[in-house]
């Protein structure tokens, strides 16, 4: 429902603001800072994602996390997406996204709310080899069978004892 919202919301903000700063600076201004702030956002675009980048391949060589750069480098583009956009609401917001305490702001309050899962469904935390809910233990066996009782050599444990069995006649 909310996302719902934000689609009739943002166009609502953007026409109301078009209209008052239309009607403070003009038309023309108004047309020529929504196209400056275009171009911008597709220089910045360009620049962030090569930053970004390298940004990763140089924590990855580092054998450091990656994430926090992940994170960075996705909202930094966000940002500058939210500069292509026409209108002055997402251009506060494209502006906000490229100041970093803002997105580590960002990235906290997000991170409060998202739970990590990998490929394999494991969790982060769980401990390694641990599924969510998993109620496997491991552990260590020894086998205590009689040697009188264990499978003869070159059989299998399945196969214990069925050569004292009779085909039938």
Known sequence: ????????????????????????????????IVILSAIAGVMLLRAQGVAAMTDIQTRLNQGRDPSSALAHGALRMIGALALMAP???TDAIGLLLLFPPIRSAVISFMGSRVQVRTA??????QGAGRRKGDKT?????????????????????????????????
Do not use: C, N
């Open 1 to 32: 429902m909310w996302v719902f919202l934000t689609f009739i919301a943002i166009p609502l903000i953007e026409i109301a603001l078009f209209i008052e700063i239309g009607g403070l600076i003009g038309v023309w201004p108004t047309i020529a």
């Open 87 to 89: 209108g002055f609401f």
């Open 120 to 125: 394999g469904g494991f969790d982060r935390g």
């Open 137 to 169: 233990i491991d552990g260590d066996y020894v086998d205590v069978t009689p040697p009188e009782e264990q499978a003869t050599p070159g059989h299998s444990g399945w196969t214990k004892g069925t050569d004292q069995i009779k085909p039938p006649e």
